[in-house]
């Protein structure tokens, strides 16, 4: 039993991120009919904001230590953080410290702009063109754009560590009455799924309660219609491709101390992320959050020794194997929409 | 007076014939005026420099290009000579080799084999390239080091940590200065031992593919003949991300000990979840608990950050050693580039040496006369101290460093700290050992 509570932990923590990026998968998709196959890329710079940032509060001024040499012999020296002559050792310490949650404020804007420019200078291009067109082109600026941040940042993965006050792992066993070490989790993993917990109700009641949310949920049931009514859709839903760079953005931000980011991540998951839309139906987005977790706890179970004792290399394609059983019995995933992706 | 015989459709049966001589591969139809695949003719020798120049191991391939240039540079007379002056050997004396001005082209491997051979082929067929060297992956490695002895032209593999490059997938062409697994658990082992006590019990995480397969095995062999327990092997794959599903389960099971036979970003991944676990805060069976990485290299460590803080491993070379040829090494590269060079750096540079002195000492690129040169051959002064290329299997058998995440670094790049240098004769094994068995290393083949 406390394997198995251990493993739908696990997959709470994997199932979020695959949420939050299929979420604005299924935002882009909704509204402007688009397949972004550049939306894990937007994953990716989000991670990458928060890298930014930690360099930002890392720069330092350089002083030499004449007591001191450095590998080739000459007087070593030393970098202080501005921060930290700015804000006192502690506080600007305590500043760095905190760059990752910090990072959010950070990236909104960053992702939102990075999102506007994306629709606006390429991807309104291809409104009406084939999805395939659409799909090697939003490809091809996903290349682009992991390129051009390995250009910047280099291949190699760059740790981004959670605050101290987050490291580190809480003990769930002893108070469910396990043994001790029965069922751990880290507590920056605790908070990347309260994190996204909040993104996505917050994106729902975003949709649901506001008058914007209430336009653009009846631009995706009919774009024309509402265009007749007079309201331009077409800026409605450009800002709602800026939240869903947002959404998958702030994903990345606070993936980054779960694992280091690099240039290659969003193209890791974002096969897995276009399993998911397709598993929770295509345009739906309760679909694609419940798609998210359910594959994410799958996957984690899917690892369990015992399961691969029996099963040998589950792990590697028990996503693929559940989306082929869901697509064959429900062709329009769990929560599908009749005529969406349906000519 | 003159008469010409050349009709329309000679001329066309003529033109097929010289264009199909063209068109073939002169991979396989070397001339028969060349004595080998690619013999230089002009003032020259191209080599050629095979390395991941995109994909996750850039970083690497970007170190190893670096080394490759300054050991040209100082092959040629540039520079300030690097380890040339420290080589036990005195055969180069910065005049290119064999009074031929070295010359070289690149390839990108991304680290797939099929673009590791195409890029090796295209660099001998095109380039003319007269040895092909580099690369970050065991994989790679034995998809290079067959495609070079099927060519005739010499391969001084880079990176490439698994037996079999050596063992099985040997090839009388291929030669590797790096280390392999066996001997990195045959280093580790007493060390661990010493560390953390003969009674323990060990979790291996393993990367699903050549390499961490060998290692794995070395790693288990070497810790269980000391007294330890092996409670579990769990391979993972290759292109994993997130490796909490397999490490959760590790507390429960009864070991003390995760050794992590991942390499590169598998690596970083994988030690980093282990340490957000909080794997390394816990008491196990009355331990604390303890994570083993096999195989460090200081590029990757970088990308683990303070997670790599006082957990032990092995690795090829450091730049902090102190012997002449090392320091000769990290002065040089330092110098021309500002930080100091990798393991991965410092394993091509050797390479790309030993390969001009064999040439230097057999007077001649003849793959079979390098391969003659460097069997069995002896030398010292490349920073790894005495060194052997054994004739049977044309694995390099140095000392071996057990290092350790240091607490305090220093600089970003004092992230490792020796902790112990393994003599050879305690890593050294029979060329039949088990774990190398099966494959035959053949006969050397000159292409033409």
């Known amino acids: 039993m406390d394997q198995i509570l251990l493993q739908i932990l696990n997959g709470l923590d994997k199932g979020s991120a695959y949420a939050l990026i299929a979420l604005g998968l299924t935002l882009i998709f909704g509204t402007l009919g688009v397949v972004n196959f550049a939306h894990g890329a937007l994953f990716m710079i989000g991670a990458f904001c928060a890298v930014t940032l930690q360099r930002i509060l890392n720069i330092s001024t350089v002083t030499t230590d004449p007591t001191k040499t450095d590998f080739l012999g000459n007087p070593a020296t030393i970098k202080t953080p501005v921060v930290e002559t700015w804000f006192g050792p502690e506080m600007g310490a305590s500043i760095i410290d905190w760059s990752v949650p910090l990072a959010i404020l950070f990236a909104i804007p960053i992702m939102a702009a990075v999102g506007f420019i994306m629709e606006r200078g390429l991807i309104k291009h291809f409104y009406k063109r084939p999805h395939a067109d659409q799909i090697l082109v939003t490809f091809g600026l996903a290349i682009v754009l992991q390129e051009v941040i390995k250009a910047f940042y280099g291949a190699n993965p760059i740790p981004t560590p959670a605050p101290e006050a987050f490291r580190g792992s809480f003990d769930f066993g002893t108070y469910l009455g396990y043994e001790a070490n029965a069922i751990i989790y880290p507590y920056w993993r605790m908070v990347y799924f309260a994190f996204s917990a909040v993104i996505i109700a917050a994106v729902f009641a975003f949709l649901q309660f506001t008058t914007f949310g209430m336009v653009v949920r009846a631009g995706m049931a009919d774009r024309e219609t509402v265009g007749l009514l007079g309201i331009n859709i077409d800026k409605r839903f450009t800002i709602m491709f800026a939240i869903a760079a947002c959404v998958a953005g702030l994903a990345g931000v606070m993936y980054a101390p779960i694992n280091s980011p690099n240039y290659h991540m969003g193209m890791d998951f974002l096969v897995l992320s276009f399993v998911v839309v397709v598993v929770g139906g295509m345009g739906s987005l309760p679909g694609a959050v419940l798609a998210g977790f359910m594959l994410g706890i799958l996957e984690a179970f899917a690892s369990m020794n015992q399961v691969k004792a029996i099963f040998p290399g589950i792990d590697q394609i028990i996503i693929y194997l559940v989306a082929i059983i869901i697509i064959l019995t429900r062709p329009r995933g769990l929560m599908g929409r009749r005529g969406v992706m349906e000519e | 007076m003159s008469t010409s015989n050349l009709t329309r459709r000679g001329l066309i049966k003529n033109s097929a014939i010289a264009g199909a001589g063209f068109a073939a591969p002169t991979i396989f139809t070397a001339s028969s005026a060349a004595a080998y695949t690619n013999e230089p003719t002009g003032g020259s020798v191209t080599l050629g420099f095979n390395v991941p120049q995109s994909g996750p191991y850039a ?42 001005k070295v010359e070289f082209v690149t390839g990108d491997t991304q680290t797939k084999s099929d673009a590791a051979r195409a890029s090796a082929k295209s660099m001998i067929e095109k380039d003319g390239a007269v040895m092909i060297t580099g690369g970050s992956s065991s994989g790679v490695a034995i998809a290079v080091q067959g495609l070079c002895q099927e060519a005739g032209v010499i391969f001084m593999a880079g990176l490439t940590h698994s037996n079999d490059t050596t063992g099985k997938d040997k090839k009388a062409n291929g030669f590797r200065h790096f280390f392999n697994g066996y001997m990195s658990a045959a280093a580790l082992a007493p060390v661990l031992e010493s560390l953390y006590g003969s009674d323990r019990n060990a979790y291996h995480l393993t990367a699903d593919y050549t390499w961490g397969w060998t290692q794995e095995e070395s790693i288990a062999a070497a810790t269980e ?44 991944n994988s030690l980093t979840n282990a340490v957000q676990f909080g794997l390394r805060d816990k008491i196990v069976n009355g331990k604390n608990f303890e994570i083993v990485v096999p195989l460090y290299s200081r590029l990757m460590a970088k990308g683990a950050g303070a997670n790599v803080k006082g957990i032990h491993g092995s690795t090829n070379w ?31 540079y050797c390479q790309t040496m030993l390969y001009a002195d064999a040439a230097q000492r057999a007077g001649t690129f003849n793959p079979c006369g390098i391969v003659e040169a460097l069997e069995g051959y002896e030398f010292d002064g490349l920073g790894n101290g005495k060194t052997l290329y054994r004739a049977d299997d044309h694995q390099c058998f140095k000392d071996v460093l057990v290092v350790r995440g ?43």
């Open chain 2, 225 to 268: 003949a000391m007294g330890w327990n092996t409670v579990n092997k769990v391979r993972t794959p290759l292109a994993s991300t997130d490796f909490s599903s397999y490490i959760a389960p590790v507390l429960n099971s009864g070991a003390d000990v995760l050794v992590l036979n991942h390499y590169g970003g598998n690596m970083v």
């Open chain 2, 406 to 448: 240091k607490e305090n670094p220093t600089s970003e790049f004092d992230l490792l700290e020796v902790v112990e240098v393994t003599p050879t004769s305690q890593v050294i094994y029979e060329a039949d050992h088990p774990m190398f068995a099966g494959g035959a290393l053949g006969s050397c083949n000159p292409g033409a």
């Open chain 2, 59 to 100: 970083d690497e391939g970007a170190d190893e290009l670096r080394a490759y240039e300054l050991a040209v540079e100082h092959l040629n007379g540039g520079g300030d000579g690097g380890m040339m002056n420290t080589f036990s050997s005195k055969e180069l004396t910065g005049n290119g080799i064999l009074g031929k």
């Open chain 2, 318 to 348: 450091h730049w902090s050693l102190q012997d002449e040829g090392s320091k000769a090494f990290v002065k040089s590269f330092g110098t021309k580039y500002g930080f100091p060079p990798s393991q991965a750096a410092h394993t091509v």
